[in-house]
């Protein structure tokens, strides 16, 4: 059946082609260039795209610019073995009809998705989400910090009269720390609650700005000297690093409810007992909680 969704697809293509030929722009004239032929029956650059597009999760692996080569190669196995394939009569009969009627009705819901329901998820929506969310999440502190890491608390009080007397705090941590963050001079990064051990985070947080440690602060890692870069409240993470998140939520919370209103307006019977209990809600549950697979919006 794989080989008949392609298929499909590509019948899908060409309908869609012969609305937007009407046009005669020159763009259409170049999606629609021809770049190969089996057997005399042309594939063009319209092809190659939904084939991209249909077969992404097969392509994703590999480099953009080979996935046009390998977007052709599967349109021609395609077009040679679905040529066979009706060549022995594989396309008659009912189950094959009831087949073809299902991908139809997949490749519709899937264009209805792309085409209605994404529409009503504008960049007006996503960003009032994130204004929404962020005003959510309660202030707080975060901290950024350097360190070295030894293994004796020895060590650590020899580096911290180092400090005391004027040491560069970076170049000691380059020479004698044990931890990755060495190379770096010691630099942590910008951390907040929960997000390093305990104990050195109590010492850091507890800490003045320009500081370093005046007591060695023991972990299960070994003995740290601290010092203390800056303190700020916590950043929010940016809109470009989630909105394309946000607007994934907001497309299923609009598809769930054209789905639900669909179906409050429509006459479906489960003639099944066993499968009425499962999909069917008790009385009293919200409908809108037992989402199906069948009611997700596609990849």
């Known amino acids: 059946m794989k080989h008949t969704s392609r298929r499909l697809s590509f019948v899908r293509l060409g309908a869609a082609a012969?609305?937007?030929?009407?046009?005669?722009?020159?763009?259409?004239?170049?999606?629609?260039?021809?770049?190969?032929?089996?057997?005399?029956?042309?594939?063009?650059?319209?092809?190659?795209?939904?084939?991209?597009?249909?077969?992404?999760?097969?392509?994703?692996?590999?480099?953009?610019?080979?996935?046009?080569?390998?977007?052709?190669?599967?349109?021609?196995?395609?077009r040679l073995l679905a040529a066979e394939a009706e060549g022995k009569g594989l396309a008659d009969g009912d189950d094959f009809a009831r087949r073809m009627?299902?991908?139809?009705?997949?490749?519709?819901?899937?264009?209805?998705?792309?085409q209605e329901v994404a529409a009503l998820v504008t960049d007006e929506a996503v960003r009032a989400r994130y204004d929404e969310e962020i005003a959510k999440i309660p202030a707080s502190e975060e901290v950024r910090a350097r360190h070295i890491l030894v293994e004796t608390e020895e060590e650590a009080r020899e580096i911290i009269k180092q400090l005391d007397e004027g040491g560069d705090f970076e170049a000691?941590?380059?020479?004698?720390?044990?931890?990755?963050?060495a190379a770096q001079g010691g630099d942590l990064g910008y951390f907040g609650?929960?997000?390093?051990?305990?104990?050195?985070?109590?010492?850091?947080?507890?800490?003045?700005?320009?500081a370093h440690s005046a007591e060695p602060v023991k972990s299960q890692f070994g003995w740290h000297v601290i010092k203390l870069e800056d303190k700020r409240a916590k950043q929010p993470p940016a809109f470009e690093q989630v909105s394309g998140q946000l607007r994934s939520v907001l497309l299923r919370d609009a598809y769930m409810k054209v789905v639900n209103d669909l179906r409050a307006a429509a006459d479906v019977e489960i003639e099944d007992e066993a499968l009425k209990a499962m999909l069917e809600p008790a009385p009293g549950e919200d409908a809108a909680e037992g989402e199906t697979p069948a009611e997700k919006p596609a990849e």
């Open 18 to 78: 012969a609305i937007l030929a009407l046009a005669g722009t020159a763009a259409m004239a170049q999606e629609n260039a021809v770049v190969a032929t089996v057997n005399g029956q042309p594939i063009t650059e319209t092809d190659l795209e939904i084939a991209i597009s249909d077969l992404e999760q097969q392509f994703a692996q590999l480099p953009a610019e080979q996935r046009r080569a390998a977007a052709l190669s599967a349109v021609i196995e395609i």
């Open 193 to 210: 609650a929960g997000q390093m051990v305990p104990e050195f985070e109590k010492a850091a947080f507890a800490m003045e700005v320009g």
């Open 172 to 181: 000691i941590a380059k020479e004698k720390s044990t931890d990755g963050a």
């Open 101 to 114: 009627d299902m991908l139809r009705q997949r490749a519709l819901h899937s264009a209805y998705i792309e």
